[in-house]
């Protein structure tokens, strides 16, 4: 047969970032195919269209004609979320009151869906004792077969699927092989395949000769010694998963037809595709015949791909995880933030005398307990969010989603941390700082999280979150609160709308699924107006907290320096405003690119007031 040389398409996908990472770099078997599989598991699981689930399993199909990703789809419970979409759609399709449009879309997805559980258990020895031992799972594929809607691709591959289910597997006596005797329920079960289908007795032989063929290939003296073994999946055969039982000796499977999706261009194509032999039409051309109903499987529940077997192992991989859990970044910069703010009022007439009697120690337990109470109530955020979280891309691989770690686990992290980070702030800093920190955590878990399923409110309440750190860096220092304080303070309050403005905006459809009520969703010119006006804020404290003499703390220089930042800021957020929305490719340009210069303002403007103030007192 002639190869078949598929045609380019001069269309570009636009592929999520998270799952083209892997393009080109991730080997079967590696973490970073095992990660794409998974993000595909995922996105299959929450996806409502079903243009959108043809086009993911037809490439998860595709992984699973090589053996070895079947291991990790096996792992991902492709197996049983394929079954389930078969077992769904098929009904979809013969139901007499489904609209004719939806019918065929349904039974394409049948189809799509048969094809990769042929190829995976045409490739997965495993698989294979698992469904000799458990025939009840199949039942979806039995029906399949009673099905008068179906193409003939379709039902070759589900006897396809019961041929390999019987025959033998092929290898020499003196490779150790225990078998167990089959119950009754397995031979029962293999029988009436057998009897109920002419096409997969005669499939079994020609597949069986086949193999040994190939053995004999190899081993011609050995197979003359009569030193073969025939070892049946319903005998669980220990020797399992051998080179025979791969691509080279087994019937042709149907390769599933990549379709055009987002997912198309980093998917690895292993095989050219393959459409069934005319043989093998003719071959399996039998009248079908329906099972006894001992063979109806339960229906089963679709849901998100899960990772509990695969429980990181190691101090590096825990703290990883612990990591994630902890939002590093964003730890990060809060930590940054109260670091900056006792950086500049140490320097000020009001520092207090413990902190000069040990600006080391305070400096190190400022940080250190800063960082174990944001780790705290990040963690929390993710125990309270967690089955939100799998339905957007941005945080559908985070720990929790992805099972890494249990909720109970998350739970003991969480508290941990909230203890000692707080016992560190108040024996190292003050009681000011301890109950600042505190009440700050108290304000993230209980009011802004559950807020922001509720009200628009919430970024409001989520930027007083974030302006505290350096109220609590202050009183690290000074032991007090004073005017000083706030200009750190109100400078972080401004900063985060537009950052968070457009940040959400990138993601408003993602937010919107996931149940979240943000303004750019809700009112989205508001939301492009409180980012610009909370630009124009930003650079109006940084002038009006740079009198040296009344605010006690900065220089006018520092005003002056951190101008072309403030300046950058206003421009970016000015197009974020002005952008029409009709226009939609233009307003995310615009966001991304706020978004991206929030990003630098913010340690700019920081660095700048703290050399100035420094500066200033020094020259003073």
Same mark, same amino acid.
């Given at each position: 047969?002639?190869?078949?040389?598929?045609?380019?398409?001069?269309?570009?996908?636009?592929?999520?970032?998270?799952?083209?990472?892997?393009?080109? !770099?991730?080997?079967?078997?590696?973490?970073?195919?095992?990660?794409? @599989?998974?993000?595909?598991? &995922?996105?299959? /699981?929450?996806? &409502?269209? #079903?243009?959108?689930?043809?086009?993911?399993?037809? &490439?998860?199909?595709?992984?699973?004609?090589?053996?070895?990703? /079947?291991?990790?789809? #096996?792992?991902?419970?492709?197996?049983?979320?394929?079954?389930?979409?078969?077992?769904?759609?098929?009904? #979809?399709?013969?139901?007499?009151?489904?609209?004719?449009?939806?019918?065929?879309?349904?039974?394409?997805?049948?189809?799509? *869906?048969?094809?990769?559980?042929?190829?995976?258990?045409?490739?997965?020895?495993?698989l294979r004792l698992r469904f000799s031992h458990n025939p009840?799972?199949?039942?979806?594929?039995? %029906?399949?077969?009673?099905?008068?809607?179906?193409?003939?691709?379709?039902?070759?591959? /589900?006897?396809?699927?019961?041929?390999?289910?019987?025959?033998?597997?092929?290898?020499?006596?003196?490779?150790?092989?225990?078998?167990?005797?089959?119950?009754?329920?397995?031979?029962?079960?293999?029988?009436?395949?057998?009897?109920?289908?002419?096409?997969?007795?005669?499939?079994?032989? =020609?597949?069986?000769?086949?193999?040994?063929?190939?053995?004999?290939?190899?081993?011609?003296?050995?197979?003359?010694?009569?030193?073969?073994?025939?070892?049946? *999946?319903?005998?669980?055969?220990?020797?399992?998963?051998?080179?025979?039982?791969?691509?080279?000796?087994?019937?042709?499977?149907?390769?599933?037809?990549?379709?055009?999706?987002?997912?198309?261009?980093?998917?690895?194509?292993?095989?050219?595709?393959? %459409?069934?032999?005319?043989?093998?039409?003719?071959?399996?051309?039998?009248?079908?015949?329906?099972?006894?109903?001992?063979?109806?499987?339960?229906?089963?529940?679709?849901?998100?791909?899960?990772?509990?077997? !695969?429980?990181?192992?190691?101090?590096?991989?825990?703290?990883?995880?612990?990591?994630?859990?902890?939002?590093?970044?964003?730890?990060?910069?809060?930590?940054?933030?109260?670091?900056?703010?006792?950086?500049?009022?140490?320097?000020?007439?009001?520092?207090?005398?413990?902190?000069?009697?040990?600006?080391?120690?305070?400096? @190190?337990?400022?940080?250190?307990?800063?960082?174990?109470?944001?780790?705290?109530?990040?963690?929390?955020?993710?125990?309270?969010?967690?089955?939100?979280?799998?339905?957007?891309?941005?945080?559908?691989?985070?720990?929790?989603?992805?099972?890494? =770690?249990?909720?109970?686990?998350?739970?003991?992290?969480?508290?941990?941390?909230?203890?000692?980070?707080?016992?560190?702030?108040?024996?190292?800093?003050?009681?000011?700082?301890?109950?600042? *920190? *505190?009440?700050?955590?108290?304000?993230?878990?209980?009011?802004?999280?559950?807020?922001?399923?509720?009200?628009?409110? %919430?970024?409001?309440?989520?930027?007083?979150?974030?302006?505290?750190?350096?109220?609590?860096?202050?009183?690290?220092?000074t032991g007090s609160l004073h005017t000083g304080s706030l200009? @750190?303070?109100?400078?972080?309050?401004?900063?985060?709308?537009?950052?968070?403005?457009?940040?959400?905006?990138?993601?408003?459809?993602?937010?919107?699924?996931?149940?979240?009520?943000?303004?750019?969703?809700?009112?989205?010119?508001?939301?492009?107006?409180?980012?610009?006006?909370?630009?124009?804020?930003?650079?109006?404290?940084?002038?009006?907290?740079?009198?040296?003499?009344?605010?006690?703390?900065?220089?006018?220089?520092?005003?002056?320096?951190?101008?072309?930042?403030?300046?950058?800021?206003?421009?970016?957020?000015?197009?974020?405003?002005?952008?029409?929305?009709?226009?939609?490719?233009?307003?995310?340009?615009?966001? !991304?690119? @706020?978004? !991206?210069?929030?990003?630098?303002?913010?340690?700019?403007?920081?660095?700048?007031?703290?050399?100035?103030?420094?500066?200033?007192?020094?020259?003073?």
């Open positions: 047969m002639p190869s078949i040389k598929l045609k380019k398409s001069s269309k570009r996908y636009r592929t999520d970032p998270e799952l083209r990472r892997s393009v080109g !770099r991730a080997a079967p078997g590696s973490v970073e195919r095992l990660q794409y @599989l998974e993000a595909l598991v &995922n996105e299959l /699981c929450v996806t &409502n269209l #079903i243009d959108y689930k043809q086009q993911i399993v037809a &490439n998860l199909g595709n992984f699973a004609h090589d053996p070895r990703n /079947c291991p990790q789809l #096996i792992s991902l419970d492709v197996h049983l979320i394929l079954l389930e979409i078969i077992r769904e759609h098929l009904q #979809i399709a013969l139901s007499p009151s489904s609209q004719k449009k939806s019918a065929a879309a349904s039974a394409k997805l049948v189809s799509l *869906a048969v094809a990769g559980i042929c190829n995976l258990v045409t490739s997965s020895q495993n009840q799972e199949l039942s979806p594929v039995l %029906n399949c077969l009673q099905s008068p809607t179906l193409e003939a691709g379709t039902l070759v591959n /589900c006897l396809t699927v019961f041929v390999h289910l019987c025959a033998p597997s092929v290898h020499l006596r003196e490779q150790d092989c225990v078998f167990f005797e089959p119950n009754c329920s397995t031979t029962a079960f293999h029988t009436s395949i057998r009897n109920h289908f002419p096409a997969v007795r005669f499939g079994m032989t =020609i597949l069986t000769i086949h193999r040994f063929l190939s053995l004999v290939r190899y081993h011609p003296s050995r197979c003359l010694a009569n030193q073969v073994r025939f070892c049946y *999946a319903s005998q669980h055969c220990s020797n399992t998963d051998m080179s025979l039982s791969n691509n080279s000796s087994r019937l042709t499977s149907t390769m599933v037809v990549p379709l055009a999706s987002q997912f198309a261009p980093s998917t690895t194509v292993f095989e050219q595709p393959t %459409n069934p032999s005319l043989e093998l039409r003719r071959l399996f051309s039998l009248n079908l015949v329906s099972l006894p109903s001992s063979h109806q499987a339960k229906s089963a529940v679709l849901s998100p791909a899960s990772r509990s077997d !695969r429980s990181p192992v190691g101090p590096v991989k825990w703290m990883s995880v612990w990591a994630a859990l902890s939002k590093a970044r964003l730890t990060g910069l809060v930590v940054s933030t109260a670091l900056a703010g006792c950086a500049l009022a140490a320097p000020s007439p009001l520092v207090c005398e413990a902190f000069l009697a040990h600006p080391a120690t305070s400096l @190190l337990a400022l940080g250190v307990g800063t960082m174990l109470t944001s780790a705290s109530a990040n963690s929390i955020n993710q125990i309270m969010e967690v089955q939100y979280d799998g339905l957007m891309k941005r945080t559908r691989m985070r720990p929790l989603v992805r099972k890494l =770690i249990s909720p109970v686990g998350a739970s003991v992290f969480a508290s941990t941390t909230a203890a000692l980070g707080l016992s560190i702030l108040y024996v190292g800093t003050n009681s000011l700082v301890a109950s600042m *920190a *505190a009440g700050n955590l108290l304000l993230y878990t209980c009011v802004y999280t559950p807020l922001k399923r509720v009200s628009q409110v %919430n970024t409001w309440v989520g930027s007083l979150v974030g302006a505290i750190p350096p109220l609590m860096g202050w009183a690290a220092a200009v @750190l303070a109100c400078l972080l309050y401004a900063w985060q709308f537009p950052h968070f403005m457009s940040l959400s905006w990138l993601a408003r459809r993602e937010y919107a699924q996931a149940g979240y009520v943000m303004t750019a969703n809700v009112t989205p010119q508001r939301a492009r107006a409180a980012a610009l006006r909370h630009s124009l804020l930003a650079s109006l404290i940084c002038f009006l907290g740079a009198g040296g003499e009344s605010a006690g703390q900065v220089s006018w220089s520092g005003g002056l320096a951190a101008a072309p930042f403030n300046a950058m800021l206003v421009y970016y957020a000015m197009r974020f405003y002005s952008t029409p929305l009709e226009n939609a490719g233009a307003v995310c340009s615009a966001a !991304r690119g @706020l978004f !991206r210069v929030s990003l630098l303002h913010l340690p700019a403007v920081m660095t700048v007031l703290l050399v100035c103030s420094h500066c200033g007192f020094a020259t003073g």
